[in-house]
């Protein structure tokens, strides 16, 4: 039984008992006398407190549902564009026992009604809020309201290779204050799952009651690579791969337009060339011993480590190579995780830890640490609507999974508009497209190429000159998908769409959520 209902017992054995002990300071009665009133009086205080207490034990019992006309105490918002902030919105809230909404959902009663609100709220493109919550920014945020009740925490979420590095969320953090609201904490920055950052949150849910450990980092389970195949070897553009894995165990689920996070490696060259700069010499038998601990690790210099060193003395001195995240390129019935991956180079011209391993390092077999990541902002729609899909270079992946996805459900009003550099170079998954559009799976199929080829110019271009169809799709109840880069096509598809369809219908399909976008 419920501890509510224990509580429920022992009250009336209790007042049982008091009335049972009052009767008995008072006479016998025969048989024949009818009762006295005292003793009605009583029975009916008895029974009434019994039932009121108990309906008071049963109300403050029920579970805390998210709010629907008034508010619960405490609130925790999320704005997310990937997944990455709804996650840890909902460890939070089920950590605090209360209601978890989107942004883009809350009101003003609602924050005027809570003691205390948390926002978890993502920054995507330009310092910009996540597409879900267009509809807080039009609105709410543009309002004044009195929230001198309310204390708030901000969590915001980026990425620190941006110029306006987590400026959603600051934006959030300077409108709360200046409704009178009383920051817990100045906003935390936390940048791919920062270690530091996710302490620093934990600590706020612990003053708020919360378990310490309330928000977990998944860590991910151990896959192997299976195979590594170039996409576009005499590109002018910069290498891409083909990349499959498998799990270790059972092959888990996931959707359409979700993603992965994997934790890259360092390889057997990069790593022999670090330990002969800092003048580590291993023996044959210590080799294997270095290579695995240093694996994972970020290998900078050593001047502020003492040596002689272990290799568990160097790991445990030296960070984590961060997570990179990917879209998903296939779907579990392909059975397995393909990944489309291109090689990045850092300012000073050597190729980023991600990509070096997993298009030059990583050979068949190696092991790597993998989590997915539910990515429901970039899901598909669940009506047989029309589908439109925007995208460019490794976004090919997610719309790929997309397509996919599609033809899985025997849905196949599908459109692709696609650009890449080289049409005799860069037509990835080719073959597989014209098979898709000549079985009818995509009503239309149009690639542009920037670097020659017929059509050429890049993927807005292809929308503008196809702006009578593009507006004859949004009309029919079409949903926009967009995956690729952030700088260059994103902002160039959506500024074509603005002349398209008008800002205006823009952003009613926005908050229609007709208009979805992952990019980066």
Known sequence: MRPTTWVQIGLGLALALVAAGFAALTPELSETQPPAPHRVLLGMLVITGYIAISAWLLKRSKPRMAPSGSS????????????????????????????????????????????????????????????????????????????????????????????????????????????DARALHAPIEMDNGDPAALAAWRATLQRLGADAQAVQTDHGTTWRIESVIPLNPDSPGNLACLVRLRPEGELPNWAAGDLVDLRPCNGRTIIDAWMAQAGIVANEQDTP????????????????????????????????????????????????????????????????????????????????????????????????????????????????????????????RNWLVYGERSPTADRWFGAELDAWKAAGYLRRLDLCFSRGGEPSGYVQDQLEQAADDVRRWIDDGACIMVCGSQAGMSQGVHAALTRILGEGQLNAVTEEHRYRRDVY
Request: hydrophobic residues 40%.
């Open 289 to 412: 011993a270095w290579r695995q601990r240093l694996a994972d690790r970020r290998l900078e210099p050593l001047a502020a480590l003492r040596q002689p060193l272990t290799p568990a003395a160097a790991a445990t001195r030296l960070e984590p190579l961060p997570w990179r995240s990917y879209s998903i390129a296939s779907m579990p019935s392909d059975g397995a995780i393909e990944l489309v991956v291109r090689q990045m180079f850092d300012p000073d011209g050597a190729l980023g830890p991600g990509s070096a391993w997993l298009t030059r390092d990583a050979r068949p077999g190696d092991k790597t640490q993998l989590r997915l990541r539910n990515n429901p902002g970039f899901h598909l729609p669940e009506t047989n609507q029309p589908l439109l899909l925007i995208g460019n270079g490794t976004g090919i992946a997610g719309l790929r999974a997309l397509l996919k996805a599609r033809i899985e459900r025997g849905q196949h």
């Open 72 to 179: 619960p105490e405490r609130l925790v918002c999320y704005a997310s564009q990937t997944g990455a902030a709804e996650a840890i919105a909902r460890q939070s809230a089920a950590a605090l026992d209360c209601a978890c909404v989107s942004l883009e959902a809350v009101t003003a009663a609602q924050l005027r009604h809570a003691s205390t609100a948390l926002f978890i709220v993502s920054t995507t493109g330009d310092g910009d809020a996540p597409d879900p919550a267009r509809g807080f920014v039009t609105g709410l945020l543009s309002e004044t309201l009195d929230l001198h009740g309310l204390r708030y925490g901000v969590l915001a979420l980026g990425d620190r290779r941006y110029d306006r590095y987590c400026a959603f969320g600051h934006i959030v953090d300077r409108w709360l204050a200046a409704q």
